[in-house]
């Protein structure tokens, strides 16, 4: 069976950020977040203007306090309006309400932002209010590992979890009638945040609701794992016609995520060219055979990944066979990388890592490389079949990563916890000794 390959965009309403305006009769927004504490104003200009240069049409900042919202006025006022700013704002409700009178956007989490219903509409009422005085939008941002308490006991930490608890702050918004809203719904596991994405593009549909939707595959790692692991999630949405703004979120430097969004954008709004006119998809005796005509590697890397992973699900394929006659790319690995990606096969330690962000206080990127390394050095199989989380603080880590088998999470500065499982079994270590405890965990478990 041929499947055609098809690009149609979902109708979704506008939301005013700033001079930006997202939603589907504007084009797909690229964005990405700074990793820089947001307290260093001039690292944190450097970065938005390194930002803005590759790409970028929106760029978020940590805001934990009030002190960052007072830094954040002046970043702005240093950009001079050449990209709307968001506050990511987690725990505290006070700094989101401060965060909406200085800057174009707020993210708030609901998992985090209160427990009780009649206090979540009293202060997101709160909020909505002085949005609607200043003129700024509201991102509500859900993560799959940081629901509230009460939304665990009643669903657990699931797809449906993760749409009621959205749906409970859109339908408070749809009330008091205000509607620059944009909403994400982000995991790292790709089928997980894929199936929850669709989830609640279904369950707004059914109550008319048409927000427009911010992709993305959180803590999807760094180097070419973390690219094929972003395409599979990003782009089975995108091909869904789903998706008005996206961020790839890697352990790299975010100037490093812009070129990876836009080229996956770019795919998809293209697809009707000439170019892609040989590029076919055929499904058989569950076997997906994906065929990419392009020259480039890089690219048809990504498309196929972007391609092969809903095909893979949406049709219940266990094996893939990628032909690329024009490309100088390794059809065998491309296919592992993609397997690995959307969780069907597990041919290699799976690493889940997040971009890092002003809440980081270790050296994230540093990290993460030293520990693949030792994995990939290391000479027991088994280390292959194991997930190993490396995070940067609290706020998605340990409940992000509660289905994998170790954690490696920043604590405070240069502070680390190592977890197993669920369980903390080392609290607070030094930085410098954490890589080597982690794995003397691993050698001794
Ligand atoms: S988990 Fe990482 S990206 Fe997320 S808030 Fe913590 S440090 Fe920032």
Redesign the pocket.
């Known amino acids: 069976m041929l499947i055609p390959f098809k690009y149609h965009r979902r109708t979704t309403s506008a939301t005013h950020v700033g001079k930006l305006t997202i939603g589907s009769e504007f084009p797909i927004r690229i964005q990405t977040?700074a990793?820089t504490s947001t307290d260093d104003v001039e690292a944190s200009v450097a970065q938005a203007q390194r930002c803005i240069k590759a790409g970028a049409e929106l760029l978020r900042f940590?805001t934990q306090g009030t002190r960052e919202v007072e830094n954040l006025r002046l970043i702005r006022e240093r950009l001079q309006g050449a990209i709307p700013l968001v506050a990511?704002v987690?725990f505290r409700s006070d700094v989101a309400d401060v965060a909406a009178q200085a800057v174009e956007k707020v993210r708030i989490n609901p998992g985090n932002y209160a427990n009780d219903p009649a206090l979540i509409r009293e202060r997101f009422l709160h909020l909505i209010a002085i949005c609607r005085e200043h003129g700024t939008a509201i991102r509500i941002g859900v993560?799959h590992g940081s629901l509230s308490q009460r939304i665990m006991e009643q669903y657990g930490d699931t797809p449906e979890g993760m749409v009621a608890s959205c749906m409970e702050f859109l339908r408070i918004a749809v009330e008091a009638d205000f509607s620059d809203i944009v909403l994400s719904i982000k995991a790292s596991d790709t089928h997980i945040m894929v199936q929850t994405v669709r989830l609640l593009v279904q369950t707004m549909e059914d109550e008319k609701m048409s927000f427009p939707l911010h992709l993305g595959v959180?803590?999807a790692g760094e180097g070419e794992d973390g690219r094929i692991k972003s395409a599979v999630g990003i782009g089975a949405l995108l091909a869904d016609g789903i998706g008005d703004t996206v961020r790839v979120?890697l352990s790299e430097e975010p100037e490093a995520e812009l070129p990876v969004a836009k080229a996956l954008v770019d795919y998809f709004v293209e697809l009707d060219s000439p170019r892609y006119h040989g590029n076919t998809a055929d499904i058989t005796d569950g076997t997906l055979t994906y065929t990419g005509i392009e020259s480039d590697a890089a690219l048809l890397r990504l498309h196929a990944a972007a391609e092969c992973g809903r095909l893979l699900w949406d049709y219940d394929c266990k094996r893939l066979v990628i032909h690329a006659p024009h490309a100088d790319v390794d059809s065998d690995t491309l296919k592992r990388d993609i397997l690995q990606a959307a969780g069907i096969c597990r041919y290699r330690t799976e690493f889940v890592s997040?971009?890092?962000?002003?809440?980081?206080?270790f050296d994230?990127q540093g990290t993460v490389a030293r520990i693949r390394q030792a994995v990939a050095e290391h000479p027991s199989p088994r280390l292959q079949q194991l997930k190993i989380a490396i995070?940067?603080?609290?706020?998605?880590?340990p409940g992000?990563m509660s289905d994998a088998d170790y954690g490696y999470?920043?604590a405070g500065r240069d502070r680390v916890s190592l977890y197993r499982g669920k369980e903390c079994v080392l609290k607070n270590i030094p930085q410098e000794e954490a890589v080597t405890r982690l794995l003397e965990l691993l050698e001794n478990n």
Request: aromatic share 0%.
């Open positions: 977040m990793n940590t990511d987690h993560n959180t803590e979120s997040c971009p890092g962000c002003g809440r980081t206080m994230l995070m940067g603080c609290i706020v998605n880590g992000e999470v920043g």
